[in-house]
């Protein structure tokens, strides 16, 4: 009986200590830790770039600071990933109904070459109006890569054809130009909604 | 004598025939839902979508897509690293076991339309022809959807 009991002791504090062992590494290496510190997209305020939007503007991150920013890369040549992206976040942004407005939605060309300001204008006029598209010179798509911790790279396809490969996730700012968090590519669709919810609430509370 | 040569070549051929359409790998694939999304002009590359199920008992294995619509068409494969970085990359042969869907859906594998020969325009389709390993082949019309179309039922 004794010894019964202490079996159903034993296997409770080995319980509690795997559960422990298990949280921690969930907030340290697991899917809950945090970003590196390197990793993070800087805040508007320190990313240096000039580019052109879908309309000819001249713009730059400093130009996204006074609304919570949803901001993403990609290229129109990108028949899967890029318009599946956009026609997702589309989705999003008719469920947010209204507030939809009080947004800044950028979609960043990794592909400069190709696509140029009249490309763009074409390309996002058929997903939701608030999307703007910008593009720019190869250095200051780079340093517009770089200041959001993203990653483009172009991989030849043969008979002088490529494709790029680029960070897929959406990132998401507040209205003070902070980093908020990203919606990640595989993110099941249902958390995208609260999180931009998050980012526009993150700004009124401060 | 080539009467009997006749009717000798004629069951030759005839059980040929048989053979092939009993083995055929097309014969136990079951091609749904085809759809593609309209282009903007010709120069940018397209993607088709579509589930492929095997009804037989055997493995099939889907070797190359043809299709008029595209000079260059290729099974890819996108996906996405821990670092969040997508990549596309040609998928190579797709083996399908018995009672088995392979689907070709956005963020995964797709059909890559390299070349388009004329824009995709809403409302309108083309045909697709899927190769097996053995040479027999399924065609399919695709149908094409709004530029932002997210699948065949949305
Ligand atoms: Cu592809």
């Known amino acids: ?206 | 004598m080539i009467g009997k040569l006749t009717v000798f070549l004629t069951v030759l051929a005839l059980a040929w025939g048989i053979s092939i359409s009993v083995l055929a790998e097309a014969d136990d694939i079951v091609v749904e839902g085809a759809w593609s999304r309209a282009s903007i002009g010709t120069s940018r590359p397209g993607a088709a979508y579509l589930t492929i199920r095997n009804t037989g008992p055997e493995y099939v294995t889907l070797t190359g897509i043809r299709t008029d619509i595209a000079t260059r068409s290729e099974i890819h494969r996108s996906s996405t690293d821990d670092q969040g970085v997508t990549s596309m990359a040609p998928a190579g042969e797709i083996k399908i076991a018995p009672t088995d869907t392979v689907s070709l859906e956005p963020g995964g594998l797709h059909v890559m339309l390299m070349g388009l020969q004329r824009p995709m325009t809403e409302g309108e389709a083309f045909w697709l022809t899927l190769v097996f390993s053995d040479g027999s082949e399924v065609s399919v019309e695709v149908s094409i959807l709004g530029f932002a179309a997210r699948g065949p039922d949305i």
């Open chain 1, 1 to 206: 009986m004794q010894r019964r009991q202490l079996i159903g002791y034993s296997a409770a504090v080995v319980g509690a200590l795997c559960l422990a062992l298990f949280a921690g590494w969930w907030r340290v290496d697991g899917p809950g830790a945090p970003a590196p510190a390197g990793q993070r997209p800087l805040a508007m305020s320190e990313m240096d770039f000039r580019l052109t939007d879908h309309q000819g503007k001249e713009v730059d991150a400093v130009t996204l600071i006074g609304r919570p920013s949803l901001v993403f890369f990609g290229f129109t040549y990108c028949p899967d990933i890029c318009p599946t992206t956009l026609s997702d976040i589309s989705v999003w942004l008719s469920d947010l109904g209204d507030d939809a407005g009080r947004l800044n939605v950028i979609f960043i060309t990794v592909d400069p070459e190709r696509d140029t300001v009249a490309a763009m204008a074409a390309y996002i006029s058929n997903f939701h109006p608030i999307i703007q598209g910008w593009t720019g010179s190869s250095e200051q798509i780079a340093r517009a890569v770089e200041g959001f911790r993203a990653n483009s790279e172009k991989v030849p396809t043969g008979s002088g054809d490529y494709t790029m490969n680029h960070t897929a996730s959406v990132f998401l700012f507040d209205a003070n130009g902070r980093f908020v968090s990203t919606i990640d590519y595989h993110e099941p669709r249902e958390y995208a909604v609260p999180k931009i919810r998050r980012a526009i609430d993150k700004t009124e509370t401060g």
